[in-house]
């Protein structure tokens, strides 16, 4: 069992996400990362489905209404109080949603804020479609945001005592559950610094890049259900296989004298 970095309490670790995600490096993640989310839902085979959102700052996390119907928020219950558009109050691995009901389910910097995501990103699995798509958006460990990180977890600061989840690992959890990387996208390829504001306002690089502070991450489930049939030894009467009656019936002949 993996032994999970030990989060702060609701009070306080909400507010200090939603500080955070107020200053000019948060807000610029925002913006850049939304694109990113907005773009790997911009498909054909999604269009104006459901969609489930699950985030620690739902408030802040907006989705293009174009996109899918109305979207719907859960969250825990110690978020109730800091959101005003949470649909439910819930646990986020035990979402009170029907199996395979979801078209699609976005997360938005969840897994690493959570006691144990391994468990949550199953609780999502059960709830999707068969072809749905599951967008996770998170920190990238391997960037200057993340070493930025590093130095607030000295500091002990709540913002940054989250879970640090490489790609490699969240593509080995997706794949037994089922799920099939899409795409892979990264955004803020910046410096993680408030000032100057040079730093926040100069040119976007690609997208390709791995170096960005940020990963969004598509995924597709491929498991298809099955349906067992009531009587299998009647179906199996019902469409013989000619070559083996022939083998049985040779079989049990008896060799003319």
């Given at each position: ?15 200090a ?112 479609v068969?072809?749905?798509?599951l ?5 990238n460990?391997?960037s ?7 130095m ?15 790609l ?6 997706l794949?037994?559950l ?8 990264y ?32 995924a ?38």
């Amino acid at each position: 069992m993996a032994k999970w970095r030990t989060q702060h309490s609701p009070e306080i670790l909400l507010p200090a996400l939603r500080e955070w995600f107020r200053s000019p490096v948060g807000c610029t993640v925002l913006q850049e990362e939304q694109a990113l989310i907005n773009a790997a839902l911009d498909d054909c085979s999604t269009e104006r489905r459901n969609l489930l959102k699950l985030s620690m700052i739902p408030e802040r996390f907006q989705v293009d209404d174009r996109l899918c119907h109305r979207p719907i928020h859960l969250g825990s219950i110690g978020q109730y109080g800091f959101s005003q558009v949470l649909d439910a109050v819930c646990e986020f691995d035990q979402l009170p949603i029907a199996n395979e009901s979801v078209d699609m389910v976005v997360l938005h910097h969840l897994l690493e804020f959570v006691n144990n995501p391994h468990t949550v990103l199953r609780e999502v699995e059960r709830l999707i479609v068969p072809h749905g798509k599951l967008v996770i958006c998170g920190i990238n460990p391997w960037s200057p945001l993340a070493l930025r990180g590093m130095m607030g977890r000295v500091k002990r600061s709540a913002m940054w005592q989250h879970h640090s989840l490489t790609l490699n690992r969240l593509n080995d959890w997706l794949s037994l559950l089922g799920f099939e990387q899409a795409d892979l996208r990264y955004t803020f390829h910046r410096l993680p610094i408030n000032t100057p504001s040079f730093f926040m306002n100069h040119r976007c690089l690609s997208s390709k890049l791995p170096m960005g502070g940020v990963f969004v991450l598509s995924a597709t489930k491929y498991r298809a259900p099955l349906t067992p049939s009531a009587n299998l030894r009647r179906r199996s009467n019902i469409i013989p296989h000619p070559a083996m009656l022939g083998a049985t019936r040779n079989l049990r002949e008896k060799p003319q004298e």
